[in-house]
C-alpha cells in the first residue's frame, strides 16, 4: 500500500482559511505547516522539504505565482507538487501555472473536500514517482557498478578488469590507498560473479586479535584450545561455493600464511585440532593498502603466498592521481547525504568547489565523503561554502591559522590535527600513526574515540 499522509505547506494571508483546511488536512493524517505570508512560505521551503505547496495567489508582498516561478527554477525532483487557490484566475494565469508545473487549481470559493481529495492525489501520486525512482536507482546500482562512481581512465580500467575477472574463479588481489573502495571492488567481483548467490563472507585480518585469527578463517572442534568448547566452523567454511573477501592481508602472521597458502594451492586445510582435511571450493579476494612486493623483499610476507594472491592483480589510484572524479563524487555525496538527511542543499560553490578539487585527499574517497557528509550535515542554508566544507581538520597544506584565541580549543584543535595527519600520513595503520606521533597505541585509540576520527 502506498501511504497517502504526507507533508504539506499551506499558504495563504487569510488567518481563518487556513486555519479551517489546515484542520482539515490534518485530520486526514497530513503533517500540515501554515505560512501566512510568501516570504515565511520561502523560509519553511528553504528549511525543509514538502511533499505538496497549496498556495493562495493574491497574497501582500509577493504573489503565489511569483513564489511557483521561483520553486520552477529548482529541479523537479526537489520541490512540493504545487496546487494553486485563486479567486478569480484569468486565462493567462492558469496557463502560466500550469507550464510552470502547477498541478491543480483551487477556484475560492470551494468545499474542502475537494482540497482533501486533492491532496490526496498528490501526495500519492508523487509517492508512486519516488518508489518509481527508487526502483530504477536499485537498478542502476546493479547495472551502475554497485555504486563505484568515477568514470576516470584509471577508474574505467579498475572496473572494466574487475568485470571480467568476475566471470572467473581466479584469486584477486586489490591494493590501494586507505579510502579508494578496495572494499566496493571486491563486492563488485563477487556480484557479478556466477557465485553471486551465495555468501561473501568477509574477514578483516587486522581487527582479530592474532590468536583468534586462525580458528576465524579455519574454525575449531570441541577442546582444541582452552575455551573451545564447541565445534565452531569457520569462515572458508562458511564461505563455500561463494567468495571469501580477505581485507588487510598485510597484516598475517607467517604461520597464517603458510595455511593460506595451502588452501590457495590445494583448495583445502584442517579446522584447528581437527584430523580430518576439509575442502573447499572458494574464490578468495584478498586487499591490503601495504606494499606486498616490498614485504616481500623485507622478509615479512612469504613470497609464495604473494604471487599465489597477485594472480590478478587490481591497483586502486589515489584520488590525487584521477582529480576528474573528485567533481562527480561530490555531486554523488551531496546526493546520498541530502537524501539522509532530508535536507535542502542545491549546490556547492565555487570556490568550496574549487578547494575540494585542489586538497590532496590522503584519505582518499572515503575522506571525501566524510568531508561532504559533515558539510551535509551542518549547513545552514540550501548552498555549500568553503566555510561549511571545512578542509580544516584535513589540509595537507598548513592550515590558515588557529581557530580561536582560546587556549583550551586550540590545544584540541592541535592534537586532532596532528593525529589525523599522522593517520593519513601512516596510510591508516595506528601502530605506525602511534609511532609516528610517538605515543602509545592505547593513547592512540584514546585520542581517536575523544575526537572520533576512524
Ligand atoms: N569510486 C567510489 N564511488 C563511490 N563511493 C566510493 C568510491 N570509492 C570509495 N567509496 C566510498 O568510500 C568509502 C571507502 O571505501 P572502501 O571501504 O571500499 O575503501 P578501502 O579501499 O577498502 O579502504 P581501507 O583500506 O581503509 O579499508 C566507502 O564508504 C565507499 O562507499
Ligand atoms: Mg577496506
Not at 37 to 53: M, N, P, V
Not at 150 to 172: D, F, N, P, W, Y
Request: charged fraction near 30%; hydrophobic fraction near 40%; proline fraction near 4%.
Amino acid at each position: 500500500m502506498t501511504p497517502t499522509h504526507g507533508s504539506i505547506l499551506l499558504a495563504d494571508d487569510e488567518e481563518k482559511i487556513l486555519k479551517r483546511l489546515g484542520r482539515a488536512l490534518r485530520d486526514e493524517g497530513h503533517e500540515v505547516v501554515e505560512a501566512t505570508t510568501i516570504r515565511e512560505a520561502q523560509r519553511h521551503l528553504g528549511e525543509r522539504s514538502f511533499d505538496l505547496l497549496v498556495v493562495d495567489n493574491v497574497m501582500p508582498g509577493m504573489t503565489g505565482l511569483e513564489l511557483i516561478r521561483e520553486l520552477a527554477q529548482t529541479a523537479a525532483a526537489e520541490r512540493p507538487q504545487i496546487v494553486m487557490m485563486t479567486a478569480h484566475g484569468s486565462t493567462q494565469l492558469v496557463r502560466e501555472a500550469f507550464k510552470l508545473g502547477v498541478e491543480d487549481f483551487l477556484e475560492k470559493p470551494f468545499e474542502v473536500d475537494e482540497l482533501l481529495a486533492l491532496a490526496r492525489r498528490a501526495v500519492k501520486s508523487l509517492r508512486l514517482q519516488t518508489e518509481r525512482q527508487y526502483l530504477i536507482s536499485e537498478r542502476d546500482a546493479e547495472f551502475n557498478y554497485y555504486g563505484i562512481v568515477g568514470r576516470s581512465h584509471a577508474m574505467e580500467e579498475v572496473i572494466q578488469r574487475a568485470e571480467l575477472v568476475a566471470q572467473t574463479k581466479s584469486t584477486v588481489l586489490v591494493t590501494g590507498e586507505t579510502g579508494t573502495g578496495k572494499e566496493m571492488v571486491a563486492r563488485l567481483i563477487h556480484h557479478r560473479s556466477a557465485q553471486r548467490d551465495m555468501p561473501l563472507i568477509k574477514v578483516n585480518c587486522a581487527a582479530i586479535p592474532e590468536t583468534l585469527l586462525e580458528s576465524e578463517l579455519f574454525g575449531h572442534v570441541r577442546g582444541a584450545f582452552t575455551g573451545a568448547t564447541m565445534t565452531k566452523r569457520g569462515k572458508f567454511a562458511l564461505a563455500d561455493g561463494g567468495s571469501i573477501f580477505l581485507d588487510e592481508i598485510g597484516t598475517l602472521t607467517t604461520a597464517i600464511q603458510s595455511k593460506l597458502l595451502r588452501v590457495l594451492q590445494e583448495r583445502e586445510f584442517e579446522p584447528l585440532g581437527a584430523e580430518r582435511t576439509q575442502r573447499v571450493d572458494v574464490r578468495v579476494i584478498a586487499a591490503t593498502n601495504r606494499d606486498l612486493k616490498q614485504m616481500v623483499s623485507d622478509g615479512r610476507f612469504q613470497e609464495d603466498l604473494y604471487y599465489r594472491l597477485n594472480v590478478i592483480p587490481i591497483t586502486l589510484p589515489p584520488l590525487r592521481e584521477r582529480r576528474e572524479d573528485i567533481p562527480v563524487l561530490v555531486d554523488h555525496f551531496v546526493e546520498k547525504h541530502r537524501q539522509r538527511t532530508g535536507k535542502r542543499i542545491d549546490r556547492v560553490d565555487d570556490e568550496a568547489a574549487e578547494a575540494l578539487q585542489k586538497y590532496d585527499w590522503p584519505g582518499n574517497v572515503r575522506e571525501l565523503e566524510n568531508t561532504i557528509e559533515r558539510a551535509v550535515v551542518l549547513a545552514t542554508g540550501p548552498v555549500l561554502t568553503t566555510a561549511s566544507i571545512s578542509l580544516l581538520g584535513a589540509t595537507s597544506t598548513p592550515a590558515p591559522g588557529l581557530p580561536s584565541m582560546r587556549l583550551h580549543q586550540n590545544l584540541e584543535w592541535v592534537e586532532r590535527e596532528t593525529i589525523r595527519r599522522a593517520i593519513a600520513q601512516s596510510g591508516g595503520v595506528k601502530k605506525d600513526a602511534a609511532e609516528l606521533m610517538g605515543i602509545s597505541q592505547r593513547a592512540l585509540s584514546y585520542y581517536l574515540a575523544k575526537y572520533r576520527i576512524d
